[in-house]
């Protein structure tokens, strides 16, 4: 009997160690984005942003390309990063597409708060000196208006007008008259 009430003791004790179970190892997987924002510490913060800054500024240095004629705050750069906008015939006002390129301009912009523009006024061929001059001019004063509308300083932005002296596209039909009537925006060195 004492065998046997030992034997259903040592019974209820395995039994009893088998339910408790020996304590497994638990694995944690950090996820990335949680290990990653932990190793981001203010200061690492404020690196990464810096380098990220960098970098755009890199991108904008490597899309200039210097132009040799004078501009009228001196020698200028271009950046094919900055697009131009065009316009209907005989008109100045700023289509629904061309606010869409103003915008990305300005956002190029102002992620570079030292660069200055000069905005270059441009008509096709047809009118007078004097009219395509005057026409160029409030083409550029448009652009000019709507980018210090969107929070660009008004120091940073030039205007000049070219009139139809200077066409992209030296044709005599509409497809080149169309491509002529444009803004042009380029970047004044310092």
Same mark, same amino acid.
């Given at each position: 009997?004492?065998?046997?009430?030992?034997?259903?003791?040592?019974?209820?004790?395995?039994? %009893?160690l088998?339910? &408790?179970?020996?304590?497994?190892?638990?694995?944690?997987?950090?996820? +990335?984005? =949680? $290990?990653?924002?932990? *190793?981001?510490?203010?200061?690492?913060?404020?690196?990464a942003?810096?380098?990220?800054?960098?970098?755009?500024?890199?991108?904008?240095?490597?899309?200039?390309?210097?132009?040799?004629?004078?501009?009228?705050?001196?020698?200028?750069?271009?950046?094919?990063?900055?697009?131009?906008?065009?316009?209907?015939?005989?008109?100045?006002?700023?289509?629904? %597409?061309?606010?869409? &390129?103003?915008?990305?301009?300005?956002?190029?912009?102002?992620?570079? +708060?030292? =660069? $200055?523009?000069?905005? *270059?006024?441009?008509?096709?061929?047809?009118?007078?000196?004097?009219?395509?001059?005057?026409?160029?001019?409030?083409?550029?004063?448009?652009?000019?208006?709507?980018?210090?509308s969107?929070?660009?300083?008004?120091?940073?932005?030039?205007?000049?007008?070219?009139?139809?002296?200077?066409?992209?596209?030296?044709?005599?039909?509409?497809?080149?008259?169309?491509?002529?009537?444009?803004?042009?925006?380029?970047?004044?060195?310092?």
């Open positions: 009997m004492v065998r046997k009430s030992l034997n259903i003791i040592v019974l209820i004790l395995c039994f %009893g088998i339910l &408790i179970g020996c304590p497994k190892k638990t694995v944690v997987k950090e996820e +990335p984005s =949680v $290990k990653r924002g932990e *190793e981001l510490a203010p200061g690492k913060e404020k690196a942003k810096e380098e990220a800054k960098k970098a755009r500024e890199k991108e904008f240095e490597r899309s200039l390309v210097a132009k040799k004629e004078p501009g009228i705050e001196g020698e200028f750069l271009e950046s094919r990063l900055l697009k131009d906008i065009h316009f209907d015939f005989d008109k100045y006002d700023i289509r629904p %597409g061309d606010a869409e &390129i103003l915008k990305g301009n300005a956002a190029i912009l102002m992620k570079h +708060p030292t =660069v $200055k523009i000069q905005i *270059e006024g441009h008509c096709d061929e047809r009118g007078t000196i004097e009219y395509n001059l005057a026409l160029g001019e409030r083409r550029a004063n448009s652009a000019k208006k709507y980018l210090i969107l929070g660009l300083p008004a120091d940073r932005i030039s205007t000049i007008s070219y009139g139809k002296e200077k066409p992209l596209d030296p044709g005599h039909n509409e497809e080149a008259w169309a491509k002529n009537r444009r803004d042009h925006f380029i970047i004044l060195s310092k």
